[in-house]
Each structure stands twice: as C-alpha cells, then as structure tokens.
T-cell receptor
Framework: GEDVEQSLFLSVREGDSSVINCTYT??????LYWYKQEPGAGLQLLTY?????DMKQDQRLTVLLNKKDKHLSLRIADTQTGDSAIYFC?????????FGTGTRLLVSP | KAGVTQTPRYLIKTRGQQVTLSCSPI?????VSWYQQTPGQGLQFLFE???????NKGNFPGRFSGRQFSNSRSEMNVSTLELGDSALYLC?????????????FGPGTRLLVL
C-alpha cells in the first residue's frame, strides 16, 4: 500500500522560512495536498499541486514536487506564530486521501 | 457557501454502546468520506459514499458502517464500542464525480469511549 512519511517536528523563529518535507512511495497520485490542523480543529486545505507540475506558489506558500525522488515539500515564507500547527501532506488516491504522519510546526517569537 | 458541518462535536460513550455521527457536505458536493484520527495510527480512511452508494472502504472492522441520504448528508455508525475507538472522526466532502476532486474537511467529532 501507499506509504507517506514526514518528519515529526520543526521549530523556527518568527519571520524565518519553514520547510516541511514529505516522501511517498506510490507515484500514481494525480494530486498532492497540504493540509493544516490547529489544536482541536479539523483539517484546513492549504494548497495542492498537480502531479505534472514541479512548483506552485500561493502567496507565502511554495510547493515543490520532485517526482523522481518522490519528494514533496511545503515552504512557508515569513513564518508567523499563527502558523503553529500540524501540517499533513496527502496523496489523492481513487476516492480517498492517504495522509502522511504530520509535522508539528512550532513558531517562536 | 457553508462548509462541511459535523454533529455532534463531542461525544462520550461507554464500552459496548453504539454511536451515530452525522455529516452535512458542502452544498452541491455529492461525495462524503470519513476518516479516523488517533495519536497512534494517524489519519486513516474509513469509507466513501457517492450518490447513496459506498464506493470505497478502508481496513476497519464491520462494526464501522455508514450510509448516505439522497440529500448527500451522511451518517456513520460504530457498534459495540471499544476503548480504541476513541478518536477524532473527520468527514470530508467533494464534488465526487471521478473520485479525484479536492476534499474539504469538517471540524470533526471527538469521541471518547470510557
């Protein structure tokens, strides 16, 4: 089955850039997503990238996709304390999402 | 447009009981998926419904079931609750046509089994 891995924890200072990484085994997904989860809340869709793209920029967010290495990353520019949350990458299989383990981002002032 | 809504938001049950959770999708969305989130197993797919039919099912025991109504609202049921069923249950909706559209999540129902 699909396997999606993320590092568990990332700590940055306010104003720095954050890079959250995700590696996966199944390369058949057409869409790859990033979701954000704040404490006690559901999942908020941040952005997504189509599998035939290498990069997508959306305001402070930049998604990079390396299909050869099966590596997806999310860069958050000018990270703010409000960005502290858990970030999940997810691969779109047929009729379901396969999620990574989640990366907890802590932003300190 | 209103987002995905889930009721109730919090629930406390005891072992052996059963529970029903409800999900109302975004207007116009016909697909509803359910996920279980636990600290140990992370986010796992339960099942997906489209036009009142279950199209896909994850690897969960038969105690977990669901259904979808003609207005696309969905319910999931867990019978004979076990302690390990304590989790955040998330519902997601999508347009649903080809099974590949973006999924939008509700706030979840947090279930505690004592």
């Amino acid at each position: 089955g699909e396997d999606v891995e993320q590092s568990l924890f990332l700590s940055v200072r306010e104003g720095d850039s954050s890079v959250i990484n995700c590696t996966y085994t199944d390369s058949s997904s057409t869409y790859l997503y990033w979701y954000k989860q704040e404490p006690g809340a559901g999942l908020q869709l941040l952005t997504y990238i189509f599998s035939n793209m290498d990069m997508k920029q959306d305001q402070r967010l930049t998604v990079l996709l390396n299909k050869k290495d099966k590596h997806l990353s999310l860069r958050i520019a000018d990270t703010q304390t409000g960005d502290s949350a858990i970030y999940f990458c997810a691969l779109r299989g047929f009729q379901k999402l396969v999620f990574g383990t989640g990366t907890r981002l802590l932003v300190s002032p | 447009k209103a987002g995905v809504t889930q009721t109730p938001r919090y629930l406390i049950k005891t072992r052996g009981q059963q529970v029903t959770l409800s999900c109302s999708p975004i207007s116009g969305h016909r697909s509803v998926s359910w996920y279980q989130q636990t600290p140990g197993q992370g986010l796992q797919f339960l099942f997906e419904y489209f036009s009142e039919t279950q199209r896909n099912k994850g690897n969960f025991p038969g105690r977990f079931s669901g259904r979808q109504f003609s207005n696309s609202r969905s319910e999931m049921n867990v019978s004979t609750l076990e302690l390990g069923d304590s989790a955040l249950y998330l519902c997601a909706s999508s347009l649903g046509g080809d099974g590949k559209e973006t999924q939008y999540f509700g706030p979840g129902t947090r279930l505690l089994v004592l």
